[in-house]
Nanobody
Framework: QVHLVESGGGLVQAGGSLRLSCAAS????????MAWFRRPPGKEREFVAA????????HYADSVKGRFTISRDNAKNTLSLQMNSLKPEDAARYYC??????????????????WGQGTQVTVSS
C-alpha cells in the first residue's frame, strides 16, 4: 500500500516552468514503478512519464519529450516532474501513480493501482 499526495501545481505563463512533487507514504515506494498522468479539461486521463524503481529508466509521452523530466528520490519517498517550456496544451490536472506489480514501464493507466488526488496546472498564453 502507498498513499500519494501531489503538490506544486499552479498558474504559469506559456514558456515558463513548474516542478511537481508527489510525496509517498509507505516503505514500498522504492519498489514501485512510478508515473505521472494528466487530465486536460474535457479530455481523458493521459500518460505523461514513467520511471523505474531505481530511476535508471524513464519513458515519456511524445508531447512532453525534451521538455519534462521525471525523477525520484527513494530516500525521501518523493517523485518529481520538472516541466519546462510549458504550453497552453499542458494545462491539466496532474496525477502521480504507482504500479506495485509490473516490472516494465507502461503508459497504460490500468497498470497503475495507486493514485493521488492530483494537482492543477494552468498555463496562460
Amino acid at each position: 500500500q502507498v498513499h500519494l499526495v501531489e503538490s506544486g501545481g499552479g498558474l504559469v505563463q506559456a514558456g515558463g516552468s513548474l516542478r511537481l512533487s508527489c510525496a509517498a507514504s509507505g516503505r514500498s515506494f522504492r519498489n514501485y514503478i512510478m508515473a505521472w498522468f494528466r487530465r486536460p479539461p474535457g479530455k481523458e486521463r493521459e500518460f505523461v512519464a514513467a520511471i523505474t524503481w531505481d530511476g535508471v529508466s524513464t519513458h515519456y509521452a511524445d508531447s512532453v519529450k525534451g521538455r519534462f523530466t521525471i525523477s525520484r528520490d527513494n530516500a525521501k519517498n518523493t517523485l518529481s516532474l520538472q516541466m519546462n517550456s510549458l504550453k497552453p496544451e499542458d494545462a491539466a490536472r496532474y496525477y502521480c501513480a504507482a504500479d506495485s506489480t509490473s516490472m516494465y514501464l507502461s503508459a497504460d493507466l490500468s497498470t497503475y493501482d495507486f493514485w493521488g488526488q492530483g494537482t492543477q496546472v494552468t498555463v496562460s498564453s
